[in-house]
């Protein structure tokens, strides 16, 4: 997967690809949540995260693991078995990606590109395909009380378990094909 430049990677798994177009610059930041990928297996898949950078003697922090990457460098975190969000900080800006793990062959791999703190949005359109397998929504919100001003097609979303990670709030759900 091409995930910055013409700097290429593989992520250490057995079958399936990725495919994403290469993020603008708008998407370097210092702070990323990632979210959790859902999904309806019993037992959490987990996701990794490949994390560039963009200038020498950065410091790449996840969970405790700090990794110190020059310029180009690639650091690639893995959590497995893991059913909840994710934060990644940088010392210096960086590139965050951020790759499913499935157990099931028709669930296919994919790639997201993470979303920098200052990027978060408070609305967003979206469609879901109509497909044979379920589609998930995963939301992350500033603040570790998301309150009752989510919605989601005018329903709010103050059912959903939502889960605090460092000053942010994620939650999960299952969505229905169609606009959202």
């Known amino acids: 997967a091409v995930i910055s430049g013409n700097l290429c990677i593989r992520n250490h798994r057995d079958y399936g690809a990725y495919a994403s177009a290469i993020p603008p610059l708008k ?11 859902a999904s309806d297996s019993a037992t959490p898949a987990g996701f990794s995260s490949s994390v560039v ?19 180009g460098e690639t650091a690639i975190f893995e959590y497995l078995y893991q059913d909840r969000s994710v934060v990644i900080n940088c010392s210096k800006v960086c590139l965050v990606a951020q790759y499913s793990k499935s157990w099931s062959p028709y669930q296919g791999l994919f790639m997201l590109h993470g979303m920098p703190e200052h ?6 359109y979206l469609s879901s395909l109509a497909v044979s397998f379920p589609t ?7 603040g570790e009380d998301p309150g009752q001003d989510i919605y989601l097609n005018g329903v709010s979303l103050v059912y959903l378990t939502w889960s605090a990670i460092d000053g942010f709030t994620s ?7 169609g606009n959202h």
């Open 27 to 37: 998407s370097l930041g210092n702070r990323y949540v990632l979210p959790n990928l």
């Open 53 to 71: 950078a963009t200038e020498k003697n950065t410091a790449v922090e996840s969970e405790g693991d700090v990794r110190y990457l020059d310029e």
């Open 119 to 124: 990027m978060f949005q408070m609305s967003a």
């Open 136 to 142: 998930f929504l995963s939301l992350i919100v500033q």
């Open 171 to 177: 939650a999960e759900l299952s969505i229905p094909s």
